[in-house]
């Protein structure tokens, strides 16, 4: 009978929980998951990209490290190629081939700069905020307004932990319909990090073609 009793206040507290969850707005979760990244000095992470084209059935897919840092340094690692910037200077190393093309920073297509995937979020407005299941684990998901980026996106969204506030996938359509997922794993905040990590190395038999 106490339990029956008890049933309507236990109700009432799971439903004011509820509404607490949400009370969070999309703005504040933005602001904390920007607060996040001011921490560190530079983030390591494992990531997952697929791409989704709008014309056909096929699905791209493609994985690497990533070490990154502001100013442009950064060390990614995928499928046979690595690439090393120090902010100035772009070693892209073709492990195949052996061979190693070195390029000013400012040559760098932003399409293919890794720093855009970790941090162009941050440049976007929330505009709603849910929650999604991704892992086994329940994110905050947030809707961006993506007209910063008109030409290269029509739709974005982020998806944090709601631990730290730290992105775990963030999702693009482009303008001709193409949707990506990129998952982010073992993301890691440094408080230090070293300018020679961002520099490529000369090896023995391995060609250095300076293209600045």
Not at 12 to 19: C, E, H, P
Not at 62 to 76: N, P, R, Y
Not at 125 to 137: E, L, N, Q, V
């Amino acid at each position: 009978m106490k339990m029956l009793r008890l049933l309507p206040y236990f109700l009432f507290v799971l439903a004011v929980f509820a509404q607490s969850a949400f009370a969070l707005s999309a703005d504040e979760a933005m602001k904390k998951s920007q607060a996040w990244f001011k921490s560190g000095k530079a983030w390591n992470l494992d990531f997952r990209v697929q791409v989704f084209y709008a014309d056909s059935p096929d699905i791209a897919s493609e994985q690497g490290s990533l070490l990154v840092a502001e100013g442009d340094k950064f060390k990614l690692d995928m499928a046979g190629i690595r690439f090393y910037s120090d902010g100035e200077s772009l070693w892209q190393h073709n492990v195949e081939q052996k061979q190693v093309l070195i390029k000013a920073v400012e040559d760098l297509s932003s399409q293919l700069h890794p720093s855009e995937l970790l941090f162009k979020y941050l440049n976007c407005k929330a505009t709603s905020m849910t929650t999604g299941s991704f892992g086994g684990k329940t994110l905050w998901v947030l809707k961006l307004d993506p007209s910063k980026y008109a030409g290269q996106f029509s739709q974005m969204e982020v998806w944090l932990s709601q631990k730290d506030f730290s992105p775990v996938r963030l999702f693009t359509v482009d303008p001709a319909g193409n949707s990506s997922w990129y998952n982010i794993v073992n993301l890691k905040v440094l408080k230090t990090f070293s300018n020679d990590d961002f520099k490529y190395k000369s090896q023995k038999d391995v060609d250095e073609i300076d293209m600045r």
